[in-house]
């Protein structure tokens, strides 16, 4: 699946309930991504990290949490705090900045 | 921080066509230029890119430009086909790990049959 592999690709969320995106690449890539995509609003960034054991908030990181313990795998966390997190969520990687990224297929969340 | 603008939001010719997408950047300082197509329902995919240190870039029938003086830069296509309808994003980047892309909005292209 081109190297980055998100699960799953469909997941719905009950009210104040806490769920986690999967991501995980074996691109050897350092850095890795996490964007939400909604309609009309393009790509913001939630957090990134470019090294393991470090990460940093992005444009909307409030209600999400994340993790990079080893280097091919950077989970999410959308928490009970998201307060509207129906959305299409992409994970990207990459080896540098300076070239481009390798996107994931991509988790649709949706709260029911 | 940098700003990309791009347009049009939405893009709509016929078949045959040619369609171009433009997008500009604040950061004189950005050297790295991705184009990324996002078919519906699926992930974005790079596509075409251009580094600062070139003006144009061509593969097949589509090619990018880049007027650094002005800060903008272009994505072309031509003999546009019905599977070229996506959503197309332009980024502005430049080197070293610890820069962060940023994104256009999108552009919504439709080429119609």
């Known amino acids: 699946d081109g190297g980055i592999t998100q699960s799953p690709k469909y997941l719905f969320r009950k009210e104040g309930q806490n769920v986690t995106l999967s991501c995980e690449q074996n691109?050897?890539?350092?850095?890795m991504y996490w964007y939400r995509q909604d309609p009309g609003q393009g790509l913001r960034l939630i957090y990134y990290?470019?090294?393991?054991?470090?990460?940093q908030k992005g444009d909307i990181a409030e209600g999400y949490s994340v993790s990079r313990e080893k280097k091919e795998s950077f989970p999410l966390t959308v928490t009970s705090a998201q307060k509207n997190p129906t959305a299409f969520y992409l994970c990207?990687?990459?080896?540098?900045?300076?070239?481009?990224?390798?996107f994931g297929s991509g988790t649709r969340l949706t709260v029911v | 921080g940098e700003n990309v603008e791009q347009h049009p939001s939405t893009l709509s010719v016929q078949e045959g066509d040619s369609a171009v997408i433009k997008c500009t950047y604040s950061?004189?300082?950005?050297?790295?230029f991705p184009w990324y197509k996002q078919e519906l329902g699926k992930r974005p995919q790079l596509i075409i890119d251009?580094?600062?240190?070139?003006g144009e870039k061509k593969d097949q029938r589509i090619a990018v430009t880049l007027n650094k003086t002005a800060k903008h830069f272009s994505l072309h296509i031509t003999e546009t086909q019905p599977e070229d309808s996506a959503v197309y994003f332009c980024?502005?980047?430049?080197?070293?790990?610890?820069?962060?892309?940023?994104f256009g909005r999108g552009t919504s292209l439709i080429v119609h049959p």
């Open positions: 990207a990687s990459s080896a540098d900045g300076y070239y481009g990224y390798t």
């Open positions: 691109l050897n890539h350092d850095a």
């Open positions: 990290s470019q090294i393991v054991n470090d990460f």
């Open positions: 950061d004189s300082a950005s050297n790295y």
């Open positions: 251009i580094r600062s240190n070139v």
């Open positions: 980024a502005a980047s430049k080197e070293g790990g610890s820069y962060i892309p940023t």
